[in-house]
């Protein structure tokens, strides 16, 4: 097959043009924005499920007290928002808490308080790989950052790079390796 001209297809490479760095660029900057944006939606997932795992904590602590509260006792109950009802105890130690697919039922306190437990453990666990991936998201932006900076960098010097990364939007996205990495390789294939 013949060579386009362009080095894309097969064949001998030539030498990038001006607007083909730029355009290189432009692309890579919409890959790093889409990325940003993906951590960003983990730093939101990430904080919902930390809200959570307090919210499931304190319904422990309050049933934990609960618990010691001898019957008829006047207690302060927590209704969401630091905000408060009075009640007082009944002889049943009971609370409701949901079982799942939006069924709930009364359920002895140390049984609740144990359905409970679990969920954190699950809750933390999603926190937990909902972390690491944004890790992994910021690590990905940073090594665009360079990339993009090192080609704006030759823009700016005059030179046009003789070969900038070839890889596309949709490439980029699934490999983040430094710079220098990928023109190694490349000088390897040309020998």
């Known amino acids: 097959m013949a060579d386009s001209g362009r080095g894309r297809t097969g064949g001998l490479r030539m030498a990038k043009t001006r607007a083909d760095v730029e355009a290189d660029i432009q692309n890579m900057l919409g890959v790093l924005q889409n990325t940003r944006e993906q951590a960003e939606e983990l730093r939101t997932q990430s904080e919902l499920l930390r809200i959570s795992l307090e919210e499931h904590r304190t319904a422990i602590e309050t049933l934990e007290a609960y618990k010691e509260v001898k019957e008829g006792q006047e207690v302060l109950v927590p209704v969401g928002a630091n905000a408060y009802i009075f009640a007082n105890s009944s002889p049943t130690k009971a609370a409701i808490t949901e079982l ?3 069924l709930s039922a009364a359920l002895p ?4 308080v144990e ?3 679990k969920r954190i453990e699950r809750i933390e666990s999603s926190r937990k790989k909902v972390l690491e991936g944004g890790a992994r998201m910021e690590s990905s932006a940073a090594a665009l950052e360079q990339q993009i900076q090192g080609l704006y960098n ?5 030179e046009a790079p003789s070969r ?3 890889r596309t939007a949709s490439h980029a ?5 430094p710079k220098g990495r990928k023109d190694e ?3 390897e294939d040309e020998d």
């Open 173 to 177: 996205s699934h490999s983040h390796a």
């Open 100 to 102: 799942g697919a939006g």
């Open 154 to 158: 030759q823009l700016q010097g005059g």
């Open 109 to 112: 306190v140390d049984v609740a």
């Open 185 to 187: 390789d490349d000088d």
């Open 115 to 117: 359905k409970l437990r």
């Open 164 to 166: 900038a990364p070839t």
